[in-house]
């Protein structure tokens, strides 16, 4: 576990579908686990850092180990409402709205494009920070995912990111997190802005 701003920590742990690293984190003042997969460190962490009240998914394909937690503290899962439907023969997922305020200090922002409950979270710890699904990764660069993830028409779900990137600059942020890839502490509002102008020059 490592605190990468105050009161927010992040952690890495292979997905056993996919086999590969994926990112979790955990809002400490929020009292809110997102896209979480078990730390090293075990549940018990939690227990020392206020025990979770909630677990957040920035899509529906971010379930990842929500049960064992959910169990442990008796907390909701929560996704954007045009995701449910992944969800509809079990396990319980609550829906939440753009634009919604799901914990404190944590606003659930719209992406879409990639898919239509696709979440930026704007979390208010460390400075101010962006939580990313699908839509942005980030292995040494801020880039897409590859075109065979992005459906028929990989230019029209880059330009819709595209957009949504642009109305997520005007909120107040300095770290960007990634469900994929390594945080990015401090620098991260010019680092997606840079990314904005890159993609819209067509660079």
Request: net charge negative; charged share 25%.
């Amino acid at each position: 576990m490592n605190e990468i701003a105050e009161g927010l920590f992040h952690w890495k742990a292979v997905h056993p579908r996919i086999k590969t690293e994926v990112s979790s984190y955990y809002a400490e003042d929020a009292r809110t686990l997102i896209d979480p997969m078990l730390p090293d460190a075990g549940i018990e962490w939690f227990r020392s850092h206020g025990r979770p009240e909630r677990i957040v998914l920035t899509n529906r394909h971010h379930y990842r180990e929500s049960d064992a937690l959910r169990r442990e503290f008796d907390c909701p899962v929560m996704c954007n409402e045009a995701g449910l439907h992944e969800f509809e023969g079990g396990p319980k997922v609550e829906g939440f709205l753009f634009g919604d305020q799901i914990a404190p200090g944590i606003a659930a922002l719209e992406v879409g494009a990639i898919c239509p409950e696709e979440t930026a979270l704007h979390i208010e710890a460390g400075g101010g920070t962006l939580s990313f699904a699908d839509a942005l990764i980030n292995y040494g660069e801020i880039r897409f995912v590859s075109d065979r993830l992005l459906g028929d028409d990989p230019e029209a779900v880059k330009r819709g990111i595209h957009e949504s990137l642009r109305a997520l600059l005007e909120r107040d942020f300095d770290n960007l997190v990634f469900a994929h890839g390594d945080p990015l502490v401090s620098g991260g509002r010019a680092a997606l802005q840079g990314f904005v102008d890159a993609a819209g020059s067509g660079g």
